[in-house]
């Protein structure tokens, strides 16, 4: 028959189409077989015209599955009539299965021609008799027309699938047939497709189906509701028995296997659906829908993402045994955390080569909803802290800094210019005093460090050098890297919004984003958007990492290498973090922590030789945790998602190398590690530094030095101090800015006066020489002596504004004034003074030098400070207020100020 049909359509062509127009028309009967001859032609068309592939796909829905890279699946989301549904060859199922089908519904099915005229009578007699449906005769081939037809149950429905299975006969073997069906045809509890349901009731797939376990399922088809083997399980055993039944008729089991089918325990029960990497899955639902052409993926990908409503199957990158860490990771630790109120965490792990998302947790736990477990932590906008720092840092190292630069971390008031208290304008304060606002950076430990080399600044993430850099570099150009090269979208304003304190995090950044910009540094300067699934086409392929795509330069791989070398180097962090840290590890490894105000985020990041792993810890409800910073909070978790990675991947070279490969135009130098010039013989020790090439260093180092003292009163020896009485000494001769700093820090420094004691015997002619010179010139010892004292800050009539949101204790002001006191000289000047003006030094030295400063508000003492510098800290307060200083009976010029709620 079905040759029949072939030849019925190739009636179409010549002269067989000139027969069936018009033969129809002669005689007497004409307009009867016009029409007979036009029914010809149309059901000639209509099973002779080819079949196209979206017409092979009519009416079917899949189940979006989604796997890891390996194969595992993740998660089987509903297609769009909310049933699962998974295609299967025939290669895939086991004979019994199939001949189990083909006894339950058409054991006819290879042998006729779609409609099977014998059943069709003998159902029609049956139900005639019964005066009600008792039996019904659709193949499998009809039935499959009925469901990519999508038709009901009524005669015009049953005429139509009729003909379309007459169709699918022409086009279709037998086994494309009997393929569709089975990935089609329903069998209960949303579940299409023998895939579908064999992991439902059974947890295996279609291939693993015992002979009982088939018979059962190919059972369900008929009613899937009647037989529904959870709700009616004895109903569903006796449909088992009688398609057993009919397979020993049929002749395809034997007696044995027969029997031992009937006598076998079957406990189907409905298998928990997978739901793995929740919000990892979510969000590459969420990309799917949001830009169903999804720019990484390869254009195979493209078109069959295109071609389809949905697509079977998405591998996606993640690797589930890492994740399946991560998860473990932040688990534990958040247990260990929670009483510092400590709630949720996130985690990213990212293949630096290709962008590939390896994990991605999103929080403790995603069904949680008092924790608001199902946000996403890693999509979701938090403040940055110092992670910022290493791109300040980065853009400072291209503008001639090197990572021996010595940076002042000592007390610092940085000038805002800016309409709203919570921002940060690098702003000309000195011409618009009155709106000038200030805000003073603190380091983490509330100390300060005196000169600090780059690298010590960066490595130990001190604040006050940080905000220094970025002065000089500029907000305009951070926030310009920020967004463009490093494309985080989290920042909308102005950098006069931001200002100085972009560098310390009052920026909000994603986790995601944060990670893909720290693995900037891994590839040696170049930007790479982040890729984390593609489509498989039919049948679906496990991922395979994608090659590295072009990526556009940010930093010089040379500037990368140095922050890397900076981030990994223990012993310049040992000072803020220990020697042992939780960022310590047995391989190169560049680490940073952040730490926001009042403690409401923590982050830590590693970026390793082919990985980048980032970690965010706090509350998503923005409640501050208990005192934990970065390094205690987000650090454990760290350390262990990037121990889970090495043991993961453990034959990776990211775990073979204790330092980071180093590129051209990188020079080794010697240094002083107090002042970073080049070592000196005075150094009591040198450090290797690294520079590009170009920028090392070419002075000798002058802080350490000996130098001559008069035994007598250990002032400086002058050329008049007798050889004798000459001892010489090592000391530190810091710039006069950090004098303060050294003095608190007992550093051995050296006098700030020369010795006026000269030989044992004085002459007459030199003691009238002497006072004649008095005589001569009056006013030389009192200008000597004469001192003056003058506020530098606050300037006349500035405004400050206290922060509703910041502690009290966070907001003060640095109190500064500058002091001339005659003859002080600084140790090492060349032209030291001789005769009177020695005496008169020395004078100085010995009293007014080591006098302090009172500080006077509104007239009530405010503190004191010593003279070398005069400084002193005092918190805001709200109102008009007038400040003087006073040294012994000098007093200052008043400054008049306003502190605005």
């Not at 930007?527 to 590295?548: D, G, I, R, W």
């Not at 002042?675 to 013989?681: A, I, L, T, V």
């Not at 204790?809 to 005769?835: C, H, R, W, Y």
Request: with cysteine; hydrophobic share 40%; charged share 20%.
């Amino acid at each position: 028959m079905k040759e029949q049909l072939h030849r019925l359509a190739d009636g179409l062509a010549g002269k067989n189409l000139q027969r069936f127009l018009l033969r129809p028309l002669q005689g007497r009967k004409s307009w009867r077989r016009w029409l007979l001859g036009v029914a010809v032609l149309w059901l000639s068309l209509y099973l002779g015209w080819p079949m196209n592939r979206d017409e092979r796909t009519l009416g079917r829905t899949h189940s979006l599955r989604i796997t890891d890279r390996n194969g595992n699946l993740l998660r089987d989301v509903p297609g769009s009539d909310f049933s699962r549904s998974q295609p299967v060859s025939l290669r895939e199922l086991p004979p019994e299965f199939i001949a189990a089908t083909l006894a339950a519904e058409d054991k006819h099915f290879y042998t006729h021609f779609g409609i099977d005229i014998l059943a069709t009578l003998r159902a029609v007699w049956q139900n005639l008799s019964a005066m009600r449906v008792v039996s019904g005769a659709s193949t499998i081939t009809q039935q499959t027309a009925r469901l990519m037809l999508g038709e009901g149950r009524g005669v015009w429905a049953k005429i139509h699938a009729s003909l379309y299975a007459l169709r699918l006969e022409v086009h279709l073997s037998k086994d494309e047939i009997l393929t569709e069906y089975v990935n089609r045809a329903p069998y209960g509890n949303q579940n299409t497709g023998i895939a579908a349901a064999a992991m439902c009731y059974f947890s295996k797939p279609p291939s693993q189906l015992t002979l009982a376990e088939a018979a059962l399922l190919a059972g369900l088809p008929q009613s899937p509701t009647g037989y529904d083997p959870l709700r009616h399980p004895a109903l569903a055993h006796k449909r088992k028995e009688e398609v057993l039944r009919r397979m020993r008729t049929n002749e395809v089991i034997t007696e044995p296997a027969l029997t031992d089918a009937l006598h076998q325990t079957i406990d189907a029960a409905a298998a928990k659906q997978k739901f793995l990497a929740p919000h990892f899955v979510d969000y590459v639902l969420s990309e799917l829908q949001r830009r169903p052409r999804v720019e990484n993926l390869p254009p195979e990908s493209q078109r069959f993402l295109s071609s389809v409503s949905s697509p079977a199957e998405i591998s996606t990158s993640l690797d589930q045994p890492l994740q399946q860490r991560c998860e473990q990771a932040v688990e534990q630790n958040l247990h260990r955390l929670r009483q510092q109120h400590v709630t949720n965490a996130s985690v990213v792990v990212m293949d630096n080569r290709t962008g590939e998302i390896l994990a991605m947790v999103g929080s403790a736990d995603y069904f949680n909803a008092e924790t608001d477990g199902a946000v996403n932590g890693a999509l979701a906008a938090r403040q940055a802290g110092s992670s910022v720092k290493p791109f300040t840092y980065a853009i400072a190292l291209e503008r001639g800094y090197t990572p021996a630069t010595i940076l002042a971390d000592l007390p610092l008031n940085a000038q805002l210019s800016t309409a709203r208290p919570d921002t940060v304008s690098t702003a000309d304060t000195e011409e618009n005093p009155a709106t000038a606002m200030t805000f003073i950076p603190r380091n983490y430990d509330r100390k300060h460090h005196g000169p600090v080399r780059l690298r010590q600044s960066l490595a130990c993430s001190y604040n006050v050098p940080a905000v220094k850099v970025l002065e000089h570099i500029g907000v305009a150009s951070l926030l310009e890297r920020l967004r463009g090269g490093l494309r985080l979208t989290t920042l909308p304003e102005d950098a006069a919004h931001y200002g100085l304190g972009l560098t310390l995090g009052n920026a909000e950044v994603k986790l995601i984003e944060m990670v893909r910009a720290y693995g900037v540094f891994a590839r040696h300067g170049r930007f790479l958007e982040t890729s984390f699934f593609k489509v498989q086409p039919e049948p679906p392929q496990p991922f395979h990492p994608a090659t590295a795509r072009e990526a556009a330069r940010v930093f010089t791989p040379q500037v990368s290498y140095l922050i890397l070398d900076i981030l990994s180097d223990n012993a310049a962090r040992s000072a803020a973090f220990g020697d042992n840290s939780v960022l310590r590890f047995p391989f190169a490894a560049a680490c940073k922590t952040g730490t926001t105000k009042d403690f409401r985020d923590n982050w830590a990041f590693c970026v390793l030789e082919n990985f980048t792993v980032g970690v965010w810890v706090g509350n998503f409800d923005g409640t501050p945790m208990q005192n934990l910073s970065g390094v205690s909070g987000a650090g454990p978790i760290l350390r262990d998602a990037v121990i889970a990675l090495s043991e993961r991947f453990a034959r990776d070279v990211s775990f073979q190398k204790a330092n980071f490969d180093m590129p051209a135009g990188i020079r080794i130098v010697n240094v002083c590690p107090v002042f970073g010039e080049r070592y000196g013989s005075g150094c009591a020790a040198s450090v290797e530094e690294k520079f590009i090439s170009g920028t090392e260093p070419k002075a000798v180092c002058q802080i350490h030095r000996t130098l001559p003292l008069d035994a007598r009163n250990l002032l400086l020896a002058s050329d008049t101090t007798p050889e004798r009485f000459k001892i010489f000494r090592a000391f530190e001769c810091f710039p006069p800015e950090y004098r303060r700093w050294a003095v608190q820090q007992h550093k051995p420094l050296p006098p700030l006066a020369y010795s006026p004691l000269e030989g044992s015997t004085e002459s007459s002619q030199d003691s009238a020489q002497r006072s004649h010179a008095r005589r001569a010139s009056p006013d030389r010892a009192s200008q000597a002596s004469a001192a003056w004292i003058q506020i530098t800050y606050p300037k006349q009539n500035m405004v400050f504004s206290i922060d509703p949101h910041l502690k009290p204790e966070f907001q003060a002001v640095m109190l500064t004034a500058a002091i001339s006191d005659g003859a002080m000289q600084p140790a090492g000047d060349k032209n030291p003074p001789t005769g009177e003006s020695r005496h008169e030094a020395g004078h100085k030295a010995g009293d007014e030098g080591r006098g302090e400063v009172r500080w006077l508000i509104d007239g009530r003492s405010a503190g004191t400070s010593s003279c070398s510098p005069a400084t002193q800290l005092w918190q805001l307060q709200p109102g008009r207020h007038r400040l003087e200083a006073v040294l012994g009976t000098v007093k200052s010029t008043a400054v008049d100020f306003t502190v605005v709620k």
